[in-house]
């Protein structure tokens, strides 16, 4: 399985950024994806998660900013990022498994980052 994640970059407080993740290698649309971040000095936390069957779960310090969706004919997940404030700055990961679970060391396939900025 290969994850490509990108979108990442330097916006502002209050900014949006969607983060796209594009999989190959399995058939996307049975498996669960997630999406984690990584700030320096922290570990790797989830932010948010999609099943095959489009039940969705998020960090509580995101929800109602940031929206997770998937494409199953572009074998893509996104990440809709809005509202951002300074804490939500990271290196962000997608992530690919059988089942969506909150403990990072659970998730077989990962992206590769995308690095986001935000500043206030």
């Known amino acids: 399985v290969q994850l490509q994640a990108s979108g990442g970059g330097l916006v502002q407080a209050g900014g949006s950024l969607r983060l796209p993740c594009a999989a190959s290698?399995?058939?996307?649309?049975?498996?669960?994806m997630g999406w984690f971040r990584q700030a320096p000095g922290k570990e790797r936390e989830f932010v948010a998660s999609?099943?095959?069957?489009?039940?969705?779960k998020y960090l509580d310090s995101v929800k109602g900013r940031f929206t997770i969706s998937r494409d199953n004919a572009k074998n893509a997940v996104y990440l809709q990022m809005n509202s951002l404030k300074p804490e939500d700055t990271a290196v962000y990961y997608c992530?690919?498994?059988?089942?969506?679970?909150?403990?990072?060391?659970?998730?077989?396939?990962w992206g590769q980052g995308t690095l986001v900025t935000v500043s206030s």
């Open positions: 992530a690919l498994d059988s089942f969506a679970r909150l403990d990072p060391a659970q998730w077989d396939y």
């Open positions: 999609i099943t095959s069957g489009f039940s969705k």
């Open positions: 290698g399995r058939t996307f649309s049975m498996y669960a």
